[in-house]
């Protein structure tokens, strides 16, 4: 892989994140010295945390073993075409967005790429302000998919079925459907509060028969559901008039 020089990476500080936490993103690729480059200049930023796997053996025995956000995945891997190893990613459950890089730009491959299940498909050498951009672009749409799995305090959030699940403690949350959008929402909100007038228009529309005193009353049995202590919010908090989501 080329990468650009680490001096681009702090063009990248100006770059608002919607996400409260930093994304795990997993960095397949044969050579160690490029996917650490690649993984220092995604790290710097504090928006990106990296998992790193030199084969197509080690990507498959890492799905399995830790959650991530996203994945770069080279299609020149020393075991198998990258564009398998996505194909096992996408049996083995891994819905998360995957990106594949490779240095043909042709559009065969591309369409190759595409077809085993990646989300998008990335030319070497590659800008890593583009790099940057696809991937967040990638993950805002994940976060809004039926598909997305998403991490809230303690639990693992789950839309598409209405549920929290806290795996230490093998608990499961079912969430009725608004507090299923109110959460998705203040997620994509990150550590910004959200007023109580625009959640309501969020989550309600535009209802006259509508009023705050609906809103507070899904946030206090969402309370009930997710705090240990419900009267002392620690992960569903107050906030400027309105309520955001503590990481």
């Given amino acids: 892989m080329e990468f650009p020089v680490l001096a681009e990476a702090r ?10 936490a930093a994304k795990r993103v997993l960095l397949v690729d044969d050579d160690e010295t490029l996917r650490k480059t690649l993984a220092e200049q995604l790290t710097q930023s504090g928006e990106f945390e990296c998992l ?60 190759k790429g595409l077809d085993s299940g990646a989300n998008d498909y990335i030319a070497k050498p590659f800008r890593l302000g583009e790099l940057v951009a696809r991937l967040k672009a990638h993950l805002r749409q994940h976060a809004l998919s039926e598909d997305a799995v998403l991490v809230i305090g303690p639990y693992t959030f ?21 507090e299923t959008s109110i959460l ?16 309501l228009g969020e989550v309600w529309g535009y209802n006259a028969g509508v009023t705050t005193h609906t809103l507070e009353t899904h946030i206090y049995r969402l309370r009930q559901k997710i705090e240990k202590d419900p009267a002392k919010a620690q992960i569903l908090v107050t906030d400027a008039g309105g309520y955001r989501l503590v990481p």
């Fill in 158 to 178: 789950k839309p598409n079925v209405k549920m929290l699940i806290e795996e230490k403690q093998n608990k499961k949350i079912r969430l009725t459907e608004k």
């Fill in 184 to 199: 998705k929402y203040l997620y994509r909100a990150g550590q910004k509060a959200v007023g109580r007038d625009t959640l």
């Fill in 11 to 20: 063009k990248l500080d100006g770059m608002a994140m919607v996400e409260a």
């Fill in 52 to 111: 790193e796997a030199g084969s197509g053996a080690e990507a498959l025995k890492c799905a399995q073993a830790e959650k991530f956000d996203a994945v770069l995945l080279d299609v020149g891997l020393p075991d198998a075409d990258g564009r398998e190893v996505c194909q096992q990613l996408r049996r083995a459950h891994v819905t998360v967005p995957i990106i594949m890089v490779t240095a043909s730009s042709g559009e065969a491959d591309t369409i």
